[in-house]
């Protein structure tokens, strides 16, 4: 079975940086993409940034130049660096990854549980 396992959240003064980190457990053969999404309080979950499986980055509008993600398609890894954190990047952050083949999932999506990252001063 597929888990997605998160680390990294907490709280911050504005101005301030964290880093989330994220990995896949099991057996995982290929995958389309790995990232994060966020759900703050009384809003819908947004993208924040994804990193497909050669590479390729996207970010929401939102957090463009001041959000960084990487990963290790091999060990099937994904960090997000986040940088100059906003009140209004308070949310839980959900880890996700899609399109992933393995002896336990044809081509399934899975999720994290999520992680809160707080913004406050």
């Known amino acids: 079975q597929v888990q997605m396992v998160e680390s990294g959240g907490g709280s911050v003064q504005p101005g301030g940086s964290l880093t989330l980190s994220c990995t896949a457990s099991?057996?995982?053969?290929?995958?389309?993409?790995m990232g994060w999404y966020r759900q703050a309080p009384g809003k819908e979950r947004e993208l924040v940034a994804k990193?497909?499986?050669?590479?390729?980055?996207d970010y929401g509008d939102s957090v463009k130049g001041r959000f960084t993600i990487s990963g290790d398609s091999a060990n099937t890894t994904a960090n997000l660096q986040m940088t100059n954190l906003k009140p209004d990047d308070t949310a839980v952050y959900y880890c996700?990854?899609?399109?992933?083949?393995?002896?336990?999932?044809?081509?399934?999506?899975?999720w994290g549980e999520g992680t809160l990252v707080t913004v406050m001063s």
């Open positions: 996700y990854a899609d399109g992933v083949w393995g002896p336990k999932s044809p081509g399934k999506d899975h």
């Open positions: 099991g057996k995982i053969f290929t995958f389309n993409t």
């Open positions: 990193i497909s499986s050669i590479g390729e980055t």
